[in-house]
């Protein structure tokens, strides 16, 4: 591949990274609602052009039935294929909960290990966009339960590019959930090919006094607060978790154990959320070295709005990661 870097954002770097592997493998094949270009390349735009660079057979647009793509998803996957699977928002993953969760999470387990579901199940979600409770959830908690899955959560197009091609390439399923309001955000593919190994985080931002630990459009959120704090004199690390099924924990214990005090921070609902987890293993393997009780910043325990006004406050704010991190200093 071409090491000269290339300008994207998440929507671009998506589509190069299933281009390049569709190239680079026959049996790499797309499916879900409207992904061919007839349909103009999915609702985003995601699949654009492929349809019409690999064909209806590779790229094929399917009825308004998510139990049906993934169940096509897992059988493809059982004989060879290396599927991609489109369900439009994640709200629509509970229509197809029992063929993800029941087949091509348990197949490997329930077959001693003889068969494997390698298949990307990629869908799109966030608030902000006035879309309702129905088409904006962040439920990424129910799959990281789930043994026998992989979940991966990009924040930016390289990210998004370099995750992306190391789903493809896993003989397990990934579950790829694209923030919707990231996909505009532009970026840099620094070398075509490349892949991010899942499971593996990233300090987007190194300190010493406090751990910020997030995915997703949040990682944003958690940047902007730690250059404010740094003019007071307050050294945050932004640790970017990228995958959350499986979590770097060793990325995560050295940050922490460096700085003691950690706040997790994510757009899903607090309760049982992947910030509790995250809080669960630091309290168990730092707890001796924590200066404060690790804090949670997420959205809140109800329905996504309707209402602009209210959404806004729903999500987590700049304001409240800030109060977080300010009641780990006191």
Not at 10 to 20: G, K, R, S, V
Not at 232 to 243: F, M, P, Q, S
Not at 268 to 297: H, T
């Amino acid at each position: 591949m071409s090491s000269e870097a290339k300008k994207v954002n998440t929507i671009e770097a998506i589509n190069l990274a299933i281009d390049d592997a569709m190239a680079a493998d026959s049996n790499v094949i797309v499916l879900g609602e409207d992904v061919a270009d007839a349909q103009e390349g999915g609702v985003i735009g995601v699949t654009k052009g492929l349809s019409t660079k690999y064909g209806t057979a590779r790229v094929r647009s399917t009825p308004i039935a998510e139990q049906a793509i993934l169940g096509a998803a897992i059988g493809a996957a059982l004989a060879g294929m290396r599927p991609i699977a489109e369900i439009m928002l994640m709200n629509f993953t509970t229509v197809g909960m029992d063929m993800i969760v029941n087949h091509a999470a348990k197949l490997r387990f329930m077959s001693g290990g003889q068969t494997h579901v390698p298949m990307v199940v990629r869908t799109m979600t966030g608030a902000g966009f006035a879309t309702g409770g129905q088409h904006s959830d962040f439920l990424e908690s129910w799959f990281v339960h789930t043994a026998g899955m992989k979940v991966v959560i990009p924040s930016t197009p390289e990210d998004a590019y370099g995750l992306m091609l190391s789903a493809i390439d896993d003989e397990d399923p990934v579950l790829f959930i694209e923030p919707l309001p990231l996909y505009w955000n532009p970026g840099t593919i620094t070398e075509r090919g490349k892949r991010i190994p899942l499971g593996k985080a990233k300090v987007c931002m190194e300190g010493s006094d406090v751990t910020l630990i997030s995915y997703g459009r949040q990682v944003f959120d958690c940047l902007a607060v730690a250059g404010k704090l740094a003019a007071e004199g307050i050294k945050a690390e932004v640790l970017d978790l990228r995958t959350v099924s499986p979590l770097d924990n060793e990325a995560i214990f050295k940050s922490v154990g460096k700085t003691g005090r950690a706040v997790v921070v994510h757009e899903a609902m607090k309760n049982c959320g992947v910030g509790a987890e995250v809080s669960s293993r630091i309290n168990e393997n730092l707890f001796g070295k924590l200066k404060a009780p690790v804090q949670r910043v997420t959205s809140a325990f109800c329905p996504v709005p309707f209402s602009k006004a209210l959404e806004d406050a729903f999500i987590p704010s700049q304001a409240s990661i800030e109060a977080a991190v300010r009641v780990t200093l006191k």
